[in-house]
């Protein structure tokens, strides 16, 4: 099948990947609801790769490209029919916090200078300033950067039902991973690393790795703004939409945008800037739609229902926008901002990143304000200082062969409100692809390698760990709480 836009990019669908590759064995002791093993073994198609990164969106990107780029083979495997992730599935189309470094601002610098709302640049010294760019642009982006490397494949339409394990005495090896192509095929790719950045931890929990879900007591941790005891409560979901004007008129009604937060590109928030919004007038803005609580969001039934309560919410209020001359675009999924968080062999919590703690092991720089939604901080509670994300977040305690980037690494629910974002998961991501590459080229265990000479490529990939150590960083343009809203 030829595709006029996939460049250099290797980007399997389902049905090519099939055809492509041949039937081999399946090893014995791989377990899969609904199919006795002849059948697996009849439907199984088997790869074999480097780095295994199971899910292609902000994290995982990152994740390949920097483990390519360091001499190895990567297969990422994503469910959705095509890359991205929250900026592209849930609209999640802003950049919020700083830094933004390393391959995060190759993204960046693509969409900056190509593909704007309205068509300019965005200066540098604009920055601070809200921008959004088209769901869309940020798949063209990426198919841009990663379009030079001809071996790094992508593997779309491939959801992760199972993982490959041994046992290696103290700990479960992961070896690898199954994915579900539909009508009972099954994909399975082995991997010497396979880095979790599915955004809910779903195949660290299938590989056996202890998990967290919902709110620390305040005990735990010493958190002084946690929960007296913990419960399963997880920031609630909000379904992104973009409206768009179909007939020319006046600047946006205020009113009618009041209860949508929404920004248009180089102003700032509704509320704020009304006489920036009206001077651009671009036609087309982003908002936080309605936003509901989900029961369990690791269970894709429960998720159903908080969107249609989230449909139920827009209910008539869609109809008054068409009546002011609106469409709206509503994402295709609802956005999940919390899921399970992986137990690693550190759990970030929020005394580090109030302190400013920056770990001798750091691997990712982060300054962004606590952002738990649904939970009440003052604006002084809510600042951090600039922290930096330590090695041993991203190792799940008691596994090998496995790392963590994303959403999903190790840190209290208070914690990872603020490292969620998307320019820290990015380097987070950048970080553990490097690493996995490391641990394949020298034969080692994940968390052997050696970290001063992760550190050095990372700040070879553009992310100063040495100066942000320093304080050597200009964070003047560090966001105020009230100026950005996720
Ligand atoms: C409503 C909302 C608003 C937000 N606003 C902002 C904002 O303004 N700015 C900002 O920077 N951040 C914002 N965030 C946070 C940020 O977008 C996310 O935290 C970040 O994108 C998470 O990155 P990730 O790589 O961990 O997950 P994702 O980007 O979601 O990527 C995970 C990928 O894994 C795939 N996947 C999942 N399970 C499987 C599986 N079993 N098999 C194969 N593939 C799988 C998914 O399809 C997805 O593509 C917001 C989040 C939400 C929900």
Not at 16 to 35: D, K, R, V
Not at 159 to 178: K, S
Request: charged share 25%.
């Amino acid at each position: 099948m030829t595709d006029p836009h996939r460049n250099n990019v290797t980007s399997w669908s389902r049905r090519e990947f099939f055809t492509a590759a041949g039937f081999l064995g399946l090893p014995a002791y791989i377990s899969l609801p609904g199919l006795s093993t002849a059948e697996m073994a009849e439907n199984t198609v088997h790869m074999e790769t480097d780095v295994l990164v199971v899910g292609g969106g902000s994290a995982g990107l990152p994740a390949a490209l920097a483990a390519f780029r360091q001499g190895v083979r990567v297969v990422v495997a994503e469910e959705d029919p095509q890359i991205g992730g929250a900026p592209v599935d849930m609209f999640v189309a802003m950049p919020c916090g700083f830094p933004r470094f390393g391959i995060y601002r190759e993204l960046l610098d693509i969409l900056e200078t190509t593909y704007n709302i309205d068509g300019t640049p965005v200066r540098k010294e604009d920055e601070t300033k809200d921008h959004w760019y088209f769901p869309q642009l940020y798949l063209t982006a990426w198919r841009k950067l990663l379009g030079s490397h001809k071996k790094l494949r992508i593997v779309t339409g491939a959801r992760c039902i199972g993982v490959l394990t041994e046992d290696a005495g103290t700990r479960n090896r992961v070896t690898g991973a199954v994915f579900d192509a539909g009508r009972g095929q099954r994909l399975s790719i082995r991997a010497s690393v396979v880095i979790d950045a599915s955004g809910s931890g779903e195949v660290s929990e299938l590989a056996g790795a202890a998990c967290r879900y919902g709110r620390e007591s305040r005990e735990e941790f010493e958190e002084p703004f946690a929960e007296e005891s913990p419960d399963t409560t997880v920031m609630p979901c909000t379904w992104m939409m973009i409206s768009q004007r179909f007939r020319p008129g006046p600047a946006p009604d205020f009113e009618l945008f009041k209860s949508r937060a929404f920004i248009d590109s180089g102003v700032g928030w509704y509320g704020l800037n009304q006489d920036d919004v009206r001077g651009r007038n671009t036609g087309a803005y982003l908002h936080w739609g309605p936003t509901v609580r989900c029961a369990d969001t690791r269970n894709s039934i429960e998720l159903g229902k908080a969107a249609s309560q989230a449909l139920e919410k827009l209910g008539a209020e869609i109809e008054t926008w068409h009546r002011n001359g609106f469409n709206l675009w509503l994402a295709p999924r609802l956005g999940v901002r919390e899921c399970r968080r992986v137990e690693g062999e550190y759990i970030i919590n929020m005394n580090d990143l109030k302190a400013g703690r920056i770990p001798d092991d750091t691997i990712a720089l982060g300054a962004y304000y606590l952002d738990a939604w649904g939970h009440k901080l003052t604006e002084d509670q809510r600042r951090v200082d600039p922290y930096g994300i330590p090695y041993r977040a991203v190792i799940p305690r008691g596994m090998g062969g496995l790392l963590t980037a994303g959403k999903c690494i190790s840190g209290t629910h208070l914690a990872m409100s603020s490292y969620r974002v998307q320019c820290h998961v990015a380097q987070i991501g950048q970080a553990a692809g490097i690493a996995a590459a490391m641990a394949v080229k020298h034969q080692t265990r994940v968390r052997d390698i050696d970290i001063a000479a992760l550190q050095q490529a990372l700040i070879a990939g553009g992310i100063p760990i040495d100066r942000w150590r320093k304080g050597d960083i200009d964070v003047r343009w560090r966001p105020e709480p009230s100026s950005c809203k996720d």
